[in-house]
């Protein structure tokens, strides 16, 4: 019998904890009074296990085993993104369907985290005694820019060899860059529009916006006419302050933004064909012609690829335009063998030549470890011990905390290949058997890590 296979004695106190830890509404920047509390709920659930236990800062902890030998680590975060519209189960409840497990979090990441402790607890009662050290590292600001593990890692060590389970299954060897840009106007003048509001997180595809226009009626016939023959979905209110436009599209992870259906782009290309830059303003404009509704960045003239880590991919994650603020914020994930500064640089030039302001919210550099590490042969026998074949390796646009490891670690898991989890989208889930497969990998490599 598989070490791994031990996890599974915990199934029904696994999936109680869970159902109590994915109402907690843990979105880091809004309700960060929620995310205190998931990591409350964790060091809770830690004492009642008898592990050793550590608030690090006031976004992150480690949950220990054993003393000794190299520092191993599992990584997991406790935060997510909201949660955003058109779900058909309530976001922040435990719901299982047609043998699914559905929640905001239940596969990025609060599923993995849970697990993590679990895998420690199984350790602990099985009585393993390994010659290392393992630490489950929680923390609860990984959506929005990992500087929980910045400072996590300003007092505690790097581990020797760690993994995150916040990816898909086999190995990810390679993570692409992440540039995120905030984009401006010095002033708001544009003439007809008033307001423009879409998107929460920079890393995900908005699925909703919104436009106030003080429009005419001949405006109006116009942008109807052009909406019809537009792919968006449009709907038309009247207001007391104007003509109101409602886009609605799909929601997507920033990492694959073709898979989702940006309501913003969408939304800035219907009105950008019916007036003029004076009326709608300069970001809107640059937004139209820079972006156009694209994800692969050819008209910022950042159009690439390479041979390890695919294509650059480019999100408009968020427009607010009210007031004086007129602002966008972009996601740009670039290959790992291209240099972010060049990426930065054309960006730049072609903001700036529409007279706008080009912020730097966000920058992760590319990682890339050899195939042959001794972490990943290690990952990749405790894979194969369970599913009986060798793991595939691969790389990402997404970003994990395996970027704050100094090459020495990489995300493992817990998604399995032809599962439509919906990361980042509404009706977020995992089949539920493919949920315990991922405990039993997760524990198998976790023992491995400790013992060897």
């Known amino acids: 019998m598989l070490f791994g296979d031990k996890i599974l004695q915990y199934r ?38 008898g592990l050793d236990y550590a608030l690090v800062t006031d976004k992150s902890v480690h949950v220990q085993l054993g003393e000794g030998g190299k520092l191993c ?9 909201p949660a955003g519209n058109n ?4 976001p922040f409840e435990l719901t ?35 010659k290392n050290t393992l630490r489950a590292i929680f923390g609860s600001a990984e959506e929005t820019g990992m500087h929980d593990m910045k400072g996590y890692f300003a007092k505690e060590p790097l581990p020797d060899m760690a993994f995150t389970p916040d990816s898909d299954y086999g190995i990810c060897y390679a993570e692409k860059g992440i540039l995120q840009l905030c984009v401006s106007t010095p002033t708001n003048e544009a003439k007809v529009l008033s307001q423009f509001h879409a998107g929460k997180a920079v890393n995900a595809v908005p699925d909703l916006a919104y436009v106030m226009l003080d429009s005419s009626g001949y405006d109006e016939q116009l942008l109807m006419r052009l909406a019809d023959a537009s792919d968006g979905s449009f709907e ?10 409602i886009s609605r599209g799909k929601a997507a992870h920033a990492c694959e933004p073709q898979k989702g259906k940006n309501a913003a782009a969408l939304l800035i290309d219907l009105i950008t064909n019916a007036y003029d830059v004076e009326d709608i303003g300069q970001l809107c404009s640059f937004i139209d012609y820079a972006f156009n509704c694209e994800t692969n960045g050819r008209s910022l003239g950042l159009k690439m690829s390479d041979s390890v880590s695919g294509e650059l991919t480019v999100n408009l994650g968020m427009v607010h335009i009210e007031d004086s603020t007129a602002e966008a914020y972009f996601d740009i994930r670039y290959p790992v063998t291209v240099n972010g500064d060049y990426v930065l640089r054309q960006f730049k030039a072609v903001a700036e030549y529409s007279g706008l302001n080009v912020r730097v919210v966000h920058h992760d550099k590319p990682l890339h470890l050899e195939k042959d590490s001794p972490l990943i042969q290690e990952l990749s026998a405790a894979y194969e011990a369970v599913m009986g074949e060798p793991p595939t390796l691969y790389a990402t646009g997404g970003g ?11 995300a493992f898991g817990p998604h399995f290949p032809g599962d439509p989890i919906n990361m980042h ?4 889930s995992m089949d539920k058997e493919n949920f315990f497969k991922h405990a039993q990998i997760c524990l198998e490599a976790m023992y491995r890590l400790f013992v060897n």
């Open 73 to 81: 680590g599992v990584l997991s975060h406790v935060d997510v993104v």
């Open 12 to 49: 029904d106190e696994l999936l109680k904890d869970l159902a109590y830890f994915l109402r907690i509404e843990s979105i880091d920047g809004e309700k960060n009074e929620e995310c205190d509390r998931a990591l409350a709920f964790l060091i809770k659930r830690a004492q009642d296990f």
């Open 236 to 245: 038309f209110n009247y207001t007391i302050d104007g003509l109101m436009i």
């Open 87 to 90: 779900w058909s189960v309530i």
């Open 400 to 410: 994990t905390y395996a970027r704050k490891l100094a090459g020495r670690g990489v």
């Open 96 to 130: 299982e369907r047609d043998g699914r497990l559905y929640g905001r979090g239940i596969a990025d990441d609060k599923g993995a985290a849970l697990i993590n402790l679990y895998c420690l607890r199984a350790l602990k009662e099985n009585g393993v005694t390994g």
């Open 425 to 428: 989208n509404a009706d977020e």
